[in-house]
């Protein structure tokens, strides 16, 4: 099947830092990639969609400012956390939609978990 | 509001058990519907999907689902559990057309006992 990477796979960082947060799709072409952060014991909650070229799709809730996606080419995306503080300690999780014919799916990456102190 | 409802949260089972765990989607117009698999420590795998067809959808690992509209239902089944199926398991759900972002159930918690 397809494979997404994510880096770093595990980050520590001071409240009010930046983190950067990276997925790529490593034999695919992904048009469309997905955000999402999952809570301890609880499901995925979509953040944002983010297309290449393009700005990203934000759900309702999530912050654009604080959150920013870049798509810069069609196996890379980033997620990077602006002033991080301790409530944005959370696993996330990318994924990226395989479009081709006869396929349509999303494939996700191993998740980054990060930790503000 | 699209929504995806797992209503199991917790399943124990012994090892050759059958397994049958619940998802019921709230979607307006056609749905692709998904199983993944979050095995301990690891990322999500897809099982299965259903996109159109066949209602009974084979996914791998020996797992299957059933795509029944009327009841707006797709739940998952395996006949016979093994200990490695311990795992959580998502249902996930999106519009047949669109931005393709997939709602999620909260998860059903498998453990399968020895």
């Known amino acids: 099947g397809a494979v997404v990477s994510q880096h770093p796979s595990w980050v520590i960082c001071k409240s009010g830092t930046s983190v950067k947060i990276e997925c790529r799709s490593l034999?695919?072409?992904?048009?469309?990639m997905f955000w999402y952060r999952q809570f301890p014991k609880q499901s995925l909650m979509l953040m944002a969609t983010?297309?290449?070229?393009?700005?990203?799709?934000?759900e309702q809730g999530v912050e654009k400012d604080k959150f920013l996606i870049n798509h810069a080419s069609l196996t890379l995306s980033t997620l990077t956390v602006t002033s991080a503080h301790p409530e944005d300690s959370s696993f996330y999780i990318c994924?990226?939609?395989?479009?081709?014919?006869?396929?349509?799916?999303?494939?996700f990456g191993p998740g980054t978990r990060l930790t503000v102190l | 509001a699209q929504s995806v409802s797992q209503h199991n949260h917790h399943v124990i089972l012994s090892e050759a058990a059958s397994l049958e765990l619940g998802c019921n989607y709230s979607?307006?117009?056609?749905?692709?519907l998904f199983w993944y698999v979050q095995y301990p420590g690891q990322h999500l795998q897809l099982l299965l999907k259903?996109?159109?067809?066949?209602?009974l959808v084979k996914g791998i690992k020996g797992f299957e689902a059933e795509f029944i509209k009327s009841k707006f239902s797709f739940n998952l089944r395996k006949p016979s559990v093994q200990w490695s199926d311990t795992a959580e398991y998502f249902c996930?759900?999106?519009?047949?057309?669109?931005?393709?972002?997939?709602?999620f159930g909260s998860g059903t918690r498998l453990q399968v006992q020895p």
């Open positions: 994924s990226a939609r395989d479009g081709g014919m006869g396929t349509d799916t999303q494939y």
């Open positions: 034999d695919f072409q992904a048009t469309t």
């Open positions: 983010s297309n290449e070229g393009s700005k990203a799709t934000y």
């Open positions: 979607y307006g117009g056609t749905v692709n």
């Open positions: 259903y996109f159109s067809g066949d209602p």
């Open positions: 996930a759900a999106r519009v047949s057309t669109g931005r393709r972002a997939l709602t």
